[in-house]
């Protein structure tokens, strides 16, 4: 009787139903049970069991549904015709899923990197409520899909909110939505790519970008800056080139900001060799000395491809940013972006355009403003307690990290190791070059925005007991 066969673990994660199914199923695959072999009736079968005939109908029907079982009328439920006995080499019995055994967390690391924001200051409750009350208030139409380029509401905000801020002047449909810059950035790579084309990059830049351009089929070239930006007068040499990286308003990682003259210099040598320049604008909002810098894009909308994100403002998680195409491009990039993701989530397009409407984005904005810049004179103070006299800061008062370049320090592969291993992580600035580049090896990069006030002091400790 197959009822003898059957084995019910009440205590087991499987439903009753999905046991029984597994159970017969093993005996089919093994040859225990044979084609055309009837099986009890789901009366039967469920009294013999001590379970609810629907149980027992639940796993029929599944069976008969993959194929396993036949029923006929008059006849009953037997196995199908033609299922031959074989070793499958799986296992359908019991055991109950496996358990997850407490794995002791690794000491918590002091991580000085950058580009993480305060996430304990996210305005968790505000965008909730928001986030509720577009829930209820959107037409059902809205949770269908909207336009690739984004929801028209946030676009046309974004737009607002750019020339309030930042004398921004741009038309909202050459605006679109992305997951994130890092998406903006590779629809233009994967656009814009040509093999008998280059893309110059700043060197050095954010290593993880320039793996979006090349995953896209471009080929690199990097460009050296100074404390003035990319050095535009190594431009000299007609190429054909793709596009321009560039972060002019806070070059990633140095800190330098691209002064008027190399801009212009930028723009002429982009329309001289008929390409684009990408503009990433990652983290200007975040200026402790004066407004926030004008963007290269005013100078040539035409030329300049602007990214814009959310990311180091409000979180990581929302994977929301944007960029500014110049006309010619935005058919392109949408088609492209259509079948690469169809459209960015639209709920949460919803909410933020109705953060920043409200005025809650730029009170956050402010609010972070003042808690970074309180965290960067700490790390700037703790660095004169520990090292006087013995670095200097390079850049500007900008953003969520800062280079120190120490005089007579040299931050070697012990030197880093040793600092982790006493639970510190540090960044070298020659790690963020196309080659690695020893001679910056004594300047490091610590980002302070997302740790504590007693973890910027304990971490700038640390360093200094180990390369003293």
Not at 34 to 53: A, Q
Not at 409 to 427: C, E, H, L, P, W
Request: hydrophobic content about 35%; proline content about 4%.
């Amino acid at each position: 009787m197959i009822g003898m066969w059957i084995t019910i673990d009440r205590q087991s994660q499987l439903t009753l139903a999905r046991q029984i199914y597994k159970q017969i199923c093993q005996m089919i695959l093994n040859g225990t049970l044979e084609s055309g072999h009837r099986l009890p009736s789901t009366r039967k079968l469920s009294s013999d069991l001590s379970v609810s005939r629907n149980t027992v109908i639940e796993a029929y029907s599944q069976l008969i549904a993959e194929g396993y079982l036949t029923t006929y009328k008059g006849s009953g439920t037997v196995v199908a015709q033609g299922l031959h006995a074989f070793d499958i080499g799986v296992s359908f019995n019991q055991s109950p899923a496996p358990k997850q055994d407490k794995v002791p967390l690794p000491k918590e690391m002091i991580d000085f990197r950058t580009g993480i924001p305060a996430l304990e200051y996210f305005p968790r409750k505000e965008w909730g409520n928001l986030y509720r009350e577009i829930c209820n208030q959107i037409p059902a139409c809205a949770f269908g899909y909207c336009s690739t380029s984004g929801v028209w509401e946030l676009r046309v905000t974004i737009a607002q909110y750019l020339y309030r801020t930042r004398g921004l002047s741009c038309d909202p449909a050459q605006i679109m939505i992305t997951s994130g810059s890092t998406q903006g950035l590779s629809l233009i790579s994967h656009v814009l790519q040509d093999k008998q084309k280059v893309v110059l990059t700043e060197d050095p830049s954010h290593a993880g970008l320039r793996k979006v351009i090349t995953t896209a089929g471009c080929f690199i070239e990097g460009i050296s800056v100074d404390d003035k930006g990319l050095r535009t007068e190594l431009l000299d040499i007609p190429r054909q080139i793709s596009f321009i990286y560039t972060t002019p308003s806070h070059q990633y990682p140095m800190g330098s900001i691209l002064p008027i003259h190399r801009r212009l210099d930028l723009i002429r040598y982009a329309e001289q060799n008929n390409c684009y320049i990408v503009e990433d604008d990652y983290d200007s909002e975040f200026r402790y000395e004066g407004q926030p810098v004008s963007s290269l894009y005013e100078l040539n909308p035409e030329r300049v491809i602007y990214l814009g994100s959310f990311s180091k403002i409000l979180a990581p998680a929302f994977r929301l940013g944007f960029m500014i195409l110049p006309k010619e491009l935005v058919s392109p990039c949408k088609k492209l972006k259509m079948y690469s993701d169809v459209h960015t989530d639209a709920l949460g397009q919803y909410t933020l355009a109705n953060f920043i409407q409200n005025g809650g984005f730029e009170k956050h904005i402010w609010k972070m403003k003042k808690h970074y810049g309180r965290n960067r004179s700490l790390l700037l103070a703790e660095l004169s307690k520990h090292f006087p006299g013995q670095y200097e800061v390079l850049g500007h008062a900008t953003g969520l990290h800062l280079v120190v370049q120490f005089h007579n320090k040299m931050f070697t592969d012990k030197i880093i190791r040793a600092i982790a291993n006493n639970g510190v992580r540090i960044y070298r600035a020659g790690s963020f070059y196309l080659k690695e580049n020893e001679e910056h090896s004594n300047e490091i990069i610590l980002g302070y925005s997302h740790l504590s006030s007693e973890e910027i002091a304990e971490g700038v400790k640390i360093i200094s007991d180990i390369i003293s």
